[in-house]
């Protein structure tokens, strides 16, 4: 990542043009009022118009500042929601490592399936691993998505399809729901079977034993495929469904590597790296170091696309999400200090202004605390209606909003307390700080510079 001098040759022209713009907008209006007005006034405002422009500029600060923090809110609160779903796997000390076999080399399935079985054996060889397996893809990454037909059926399906190795369930602590999970003998001169998931029995087959059922699917094998086992749910990435939300409990069917096709193979391995996955024997063990010298010693000269815990794979599958919440929440908070400077300023110019007439009130008799409040209020009232305004863009981009977030309702209510929590304590440090000035004249004094 580098700085983009065309971005940031704008972002310093835009910043110039208004500094000066609003620099030279009061000076302007002096200006124009000439200096024996200036005088007759006391020097010290510039006029009713002025004022409320100032105002009206607060207001609209305000309602932008509501407006960036409840999108910057319901995006922390749908990253919050994608990141505690349940993976449906124990993640927690298993380590991946990933490997591209578009290469001529494994062209044919025994070189593959070979590579793979001798890979697995010699890793689960290393004391510092519990169990090895791979897997064509993994959770929370985007799958190979395959038709299929129930037999009897007119009309295709599509399921996520991801060849693995007998233990990779095990490694992965997936549970098993009914049926079994795959063998040694479920080789090429075998029957095809496959393990399906329980979104996949559920969309594929309703309510029901699912256990004993045929598929049909292009897995480069003639005949159906017959299902021998339910898994839990994982989540995962498809192409299709979920509404657009990054990771969901797609339907998935789990088919045996040994016993694809070497076309199937061949086809796949153009557009999909298959992944080593390797738990560790103790949580926390170091054992990438390991396992990657032996997979540079079963495949010389093919380097590891990627080497990493199955838990940094999970964090990238919400890069996006993550960066939009990160960096909209950042805008917003600095706007909301920009927000509360100006709103500060505005209060405190009035203090000054009414220094003189608060002073002559206390004279008379006025508390402290109502020449406060009297100040303090006309900031409180600018607040509101700048959260007024800003509730009403709220309401006006939530349907944008809402394209963006996952499992949070429209008007979340963490987000909707929040919201007016920090625009409530912003809005009364801004106006009361200023104000609490007028509390400690001393109206003699006062009279007496008037």
Not at 40 to 66: D, E, N, P, W, Y
Not at 379 to 400: D, N, P, Y
Not at 403 to 412: E, K, N, Y
Request: glycine share 12%.
């Amino acid at each position: 990542v580098a700085v983009d001098s065309r971005a940031l040759g704008i972002a310093a022209l835009l910043t110039l043009c208004m500094t000066l713009a609003f620099g030279i907008a009061p000076v302007g209006q002096v200006m124009g009022r000439g200096i024996s007005g200036t005088l007759r006034s006391g020097g010290r405002t510039l006029g009713g118009g002025a004022h409320r422009l100032r105002r009206a500029l607060i207001v609209g600060q305000v309602a932008l500042v509501t407006t960036m923090l409840f999108a910057a809110g319901m995006l922390l609160r749908s990253y919050d929601y994608l990141t505690t779903l349940e993976p449906g796997f124990e993640p927690d000390g298993v380590f991946t490592v990933q490997l591209s076999l578009d290469d001529a080399r494994f062209s044919e399935a025994d070189r593959v399936r070979a590579l793979f079985d001798e890979s697995v054996a010699r890793i689960e060889e290393l004391p510092t691993v519990a169990s090895a397996a791979v897997a064509l893809t993994l959770p929370y990454e985007r799958a190979l998505n395959l038709p299929y037909r129930i037999p009897g059926e007119d009309d295709n399906r599509v399921a996520n399809a991801v060849y693995v190795t007998p233990d990779f369930f095990e490694t992965l602590s997936i549970p098993l729901r009914t049926g079994r999970l795959f063998e040694p003998g479920d080789r090429e001169d075998a029957p095809v079977v496959a393990v399906v998931n329980e979104a996949f029995a559920e969309a594929g087959f309703g309510v029901g034993d699912v256990v004993g059922r045929g598929i049909e699917m292009n897995f480069g094998r003639d005949g159906d495929i017959t299902v021998v086992g339910v898994v839990g749910n994982v989540q995962q990435t498809a192409g299709w469904g979920g509404n657009g939300q990054p990771v969901w409990e797609t339907p998935t069917i789990y088919l045996p590597v040994a016993q694809a096709s070497a076309g199937f193979l061949a086809a796949i391995h153009i557009w999909f790296a298959p992944s080593w996955v390797v738990r560790a024997a103790t949580p926390g063990a170091q054992i990438g170091p390991e396992v990657t010298r032996v997979l540079l010693d079963a495949a010389p000269e093919m380097p590891a696309a990627r080497a990493a815990s199955l838990e940094r794979i999970m964090a990238d599958a919400f890069a996006g999400q993550r960066f939009e919440a990160v960096f909209l929440l950042t805008i917003a908070l600095f706007a909301l200090l920009l927000a509360g400077v100006g709103l500060y300023g505005i209060v405190a110019h009035e203090v000054l202004e009414r220094r003189s007439e608060m002073g002559l009130r206390m004279a008379l008799g006025a508390k402290p605390g109502q020449a406060v409040w009297s100040a303090g209020a006309s900031g409180l009232r600018l607040s509101l209606a700048g959260i007024a305004l800003g509730g009403v863009f709220s309401v006006a981009v939530s349907g944008t909003v809402r394209s963006l977030v996952f499992g949070v309702g429209a008007f979340d209510p963490v987000v909707t307390v929040g919201l007016i929590l920090v625009l409530a304590a912003l809005s009364v440090s801004a106006s009361f700080i200023p104000a609490g000035r007028l509390g400690r004249l001393d109206p003699a004094i006062v009279l007496r510079d008037a």
